[in-house]
T-cell receptor, first 114, second 120 residues
């Protein structure tokens, strides 16, 4: 079975541009998580969904960030407008509802905002 | 609030030797999960091992085992017969039992990581 799929793997953009990161969770998983990883702040949970519904978005840094999950197999994280301090690796992860609390991570998207 | 502390920012070990990575956590919960994840240079986050707090037996996965001391709130990872491929960042993480009050809680609390280098 395919793991969590993220695209793009690398993104370089200029300040002020819109950035959209994409994620396909593992088939059958009920939970989807978006994380950001930086050297300064480590791994931060931005938002997570259960059955396509956002459960906790307290980690979303500001209104420039938004996330959607229109169906069970797709989610997006959008940054508009992007700023240099948004440069980071963004991970998507998914997990099952019952019996398995383990989160399985995608390969990450490395974002560089110039 | 829960916190996770990894007191060793960097460690190194010779190939084939054993190394132990430390993790302590702070919680008032009685039921929870603990995890060790590995992040090699490829930056893929990979689950190494997980432990359920209500299980007294320490979890093991091949060369990886944990020493879970619930009273001391300690969850160390032992890597036996270290291999070059074990070179990575290792993160300890905590999760409240998801079926406890506020039962939709799936938030992982992460340590800052330990960078492990396995030397030939």
């Amino acid at each position: 079975d395919a793991g969590v799929i993220q695209s793009p793997r690398h993104e370089v953009t200029e300040m002020g541009q819109e950035v959209t990161l994409r994620c396909k969770p593992i088939s059958g998983h009920d939970y989807l998580f978006w994380y950001r990883q930086t050297m300064m702040r480590g791994l931060e949970l931005l938002i997570y969904f259960n059955n396509n519904v956002p459960i906790d978005d307290s980690g979303m840094p500001e209104d420039r960030f938004s996330a959607k999950m229109p169906n069970a197999s797709f989610s997006t994280l959008k940054i508009q407008p992007s700023e240099p301090r948004d440069s980071a690796v963004y991970f998507c992860a998914s997990s099952l509802r019952q019996g398995q609390e383990t989160q399985y991570f995608g390969p990450g998207t490395r974002l560089l905002v110039l | 609030a829960q916190t996770v502390t990894q007191s060793q920012p960097e460690m190194s070990v010779q190939e084939a030797e054993t190394v132990t990575l430390s993790c302590t956590y702070d919680t008032s919960e009685s039921n929870y999960y603990l995890f060790w994840y590995k992040q090699p240079p490829s930056r893929q986050m990979i689950l190494v091992i997980r432990q359920e707090a209500y299980k007294q037996q320490n979890a093991t996965e091949n060369r990886f085992s944990v020493n879970f001391q619930k009273a001391a709130k300690s969850f160390s990872l032992k890597i036996s017969d270290s291999q070059l491929g074990d070179t990575a960042m290792y993160f300890c993480a905590f999760m409240k039992h998801p079926w406890m009050p506020a039962g939709n809680n799936r938030k992982l609390i992460w340590g800052l990581g330990t960078s492990l280098a396995v030397n030939p």
